[in-house]
Every structure is written in C-alpha cells, then in structure tokens.
C-alpha cells in the first residue's frame, strides 16, 4: 500500500473544485485531505463539506503552522512563491499551480527554498501527464526530421463547461483583500518588466504566464529548450510567436474567440515522412480524452495513411497528482519540477521582451538570462 500523504489545499477556485478536490478524494489510497484555506470562509466551508469535512482556514499561514502535513496544493491565482516557499520551509512538499510564480528572481528563491529544506516542488503543468501527449512522444519524428512545428489555440468561454459539476456557491471575498493581491501582482510584474507599458505587462500576465505556459511547457518537453525567440506578436486578443528548437522553426497562434464556447487546441509536429498531430480539449473537461492523429507515407507515391488514437480516459490533472505522491515516496524529482517550471518564466519573460524591443532573443528559457540575438 502507498502511505498516505496529509495535504493542505490553499486556494478552492474553479480549477480546485472541477479537478483538484475531486481526485484527492478517489486518490484516497494515497492522499488524505487535512485542510482547506480560501480567503473566502463560506467558499472553503462548502468545499470542506463536500471533501470530508477537514480543517477549513482563511489565512494560509495559519494552516501551515496549525495542521500536521505532509504536503500543500497551492492552487491560488498569483505568484505561489510567498506560500510555496513558506510550506518548504517548514519542511512540506509543494505542487503549485502554473504559473509558478510571477518573476524569475521569486522562482529561483522557490527552487532554494525546497532545495535546502529537502522537499519535492512540483508545478502543475498537466498537459505533460495527458496520456496522449506521453504516446505523442513515442511516434514524434526525431528533431532532426522535423520540418515545421505548429501550435494553434482557439480559447473559448469556460464557464459553459462548468454547469455539469456541483460548484460551491459564489461568495464575497472580505473586503480589501482582492485589492491587496492586486497591488501584490502590480509590484511583482513592475519588478519583471520595469520598462514595458501596461499593455505588455497585462499580456505578460494573462496571455504568456496564465494561458500560453501549458503550449510553451508542451513544446518543451517534447522538443527540449528553445534556441531562439524569434518574433513575438502579444495583444489580449492575439497572440503570435514564432520561436526554434534546435533549429526546427515552430509558429504558435493564440487567439481569443469570445462568441463560440468550444475551445481547441492544436500541436502539429511535420517530419520528411511523418506527421503527429495533438488535439486537447478543454482543460475543464473531467475526463474528456485528448485525440492524437498519426500520418504516415513514402516520398514521391500516393500511398500514405492516417490513424486517428483515443489513448486513454484518465484524466491528466489526476496522473499529475499520482506523480506527486509518486516522486515524494520514491525520493526523486518529479517530471514537472520548480526547475522545469522556472524554464518556462524565464521563456515567457524572453517573450515579452521580444515583443518590446523587436529583437530575438537566443537561449530564452534560461533563467540566467538570456541573450538578445545580434
């Protein structure tokens, strides 16, 4: 049997109540859900309620230093940096919810913190555990028979996906508390971007950290660190970027379209003889299985096919959980680590200052900092 780990929930919003909460609780071999925190008390008695009935906080450090844990979800909007590097220090493993943080300074701290107390700190990149990304890695053509790498999302509203789940009923946050964490994000993103205007650091924000993360984590782990940002178009509505793995040009299209609530989500790998091809449905989807179409064929011959495979139910955001329990029992690093995740706050950050200056920008998912291409 796995021994159970005693974890802390801080945060109880869409994302924690849709998928978070819900596998804890089928997970029940292997997690123990000990405590809740939201800043909204009614929200994260509702929650409690509906998940056992443990401990419920509004205030995070309260449950850090109250509860027994073994280990917390921060699943809060904003830089997890402050509560992630709090949690390690009092010796608990941490999974974050993407992004990271909100800088790579604070990310870095993150990484040192765990890194001198001995915990595991883990980031939520599901996509990466999608049983039909991990069959995608099997059939992808090697970098050096890639010709071209595409990446198109069409977002779309989510709040349609929500009616099929029981959700805790809204409920107001006490006063002042959203405007502090507002002014919170404002320093943080001043502190990342001191010279870009409002409209860069708003995409900075919301297009690159909160949406573009999952495309850019997917394309990394799947091709391995970019050589080269080489064009960065960035508006709230579109969002283009052209970027190189390993000299294989990959153009990746974001756009919002507000009127059609039917998300899509495309990876599309060419190769001289092959083509792969990852289609993701919406994230708010418990159970919907991702579609991973594979082509094949013979230069100068008609003959090709075309095989369309539907992996596996299970979803992604509860494999994900499954690795965290794992890597803390085995006492290794899991697949998506704080290192892993710094990668892609650097890249977002290259990003933005592409799209500021115009200039490419090599090595972009160093956290070290990168290099403007001459």
């Not at 998940?51 to 509004?58: F, K, L, S």
């Not at 940096?81 to 010796?91: Q, S, T």
């Not at 369309?308 to 329990?325: D, G, M, P, Q």
């Not at 990668?343 to 090595?363: K, N, Q, Y």
Request: glycine fraction near 6%.
């Amino acid at each position: 049997m796995a021994e159970r780990l005693r974890v802390g929930v801080v945060g109880c919003g869409v994302i924690a109540q849709v998928m978070h909460l819900p596998h804890l609780l089928e997970l029940d071999d292997r997690f123990e859900l000990h405590a809740i925190c939201d800043i909204s008390e009614p929200t994260a008695r509702a929650c409690a309620r509906r998940y056992g009935d443990p401990a419920t906080y509004t205030g995070w450090e309260e449950m850090i230093s109250s509860e027994s844990l073994d280990a917390v979800l921060v699943l809060t909007s904003g830089s997890h940096a402050p509560i992630a590097i709090a949690a390690a220090r009092a010796g608990l493993h941490v999974l974050v919810e993407k992004p990271m943080c909100l800088t790579v300074d604070e990310g870095q701290q993150m990484l040192d913190a765990a890194q001198t107390a001995g915990v595991r700190l883990m980031v939520g990149t599901m996509k990466r555990y999608d049983p039909a990304y991990e069959r995608l890695l099997e059939v992808l053509p090697q970098t050096g028979e890639l010709r071209l790498v595409r990446v198109t999302t069409l977002e779309s509203p989510w709040r349609p996906y929500l009616e099929n789940y029981a959700m805790a009923p809204p409920s107001p946050v006490p006063e002042g508390i959203l405007t502090q964490l507002q002014a919170d994000d404002e320093v943080r993103l001043a502190s990342a971007l001191p010279d870009a205007d409002e409209n860069t650091r708003y995409c900075y924000r919301w297009m690159l950290l909160d949406n573009l993360v999952h495309e850019l984590n997917a394309l990394r782990g799947a091709l391995g660190e970019p050589d080269l940002v080489k064009y960065a178009e960035l508006s709230p509505r579109v969002v283009n970027l052209s970027l190189t793995f390993d000299g294989v040009d990959c153009h990746l299209s974001w756009v919002d379209l507000p009127g059609i609530a039917r998300y899509r989500q495309e990876l599309a790998f060419y190769g001289l003889d092959a083509r792969a091809t990852l289609t993701l449905p919406s994230p708010y989807l418990r159970g919907e299985p991702s579609e991973l179409a594979v082509e094949g064929g013979h230069a100068d011959a008609a003959h090709s096919w075309r095989t369309v495979e539907t992996v596996s139910y299970v979803e992604a955001f509860k494999r994900e959980l499954i690795e965290f329990h794992n890597a803390i029992s085995e006492g290794r690093a899991p697949r998506t680590d704080g290192s892993d995740g710094l990668h892609d706050v650097a890249l977002c950050h290259a990003i933005a200052r592409v799209h500021m200056t115009g200039e490419p920008v090599s090595r972009p998912s160093e956290p070290a900092g990168a290099e403007v291409q001459a």
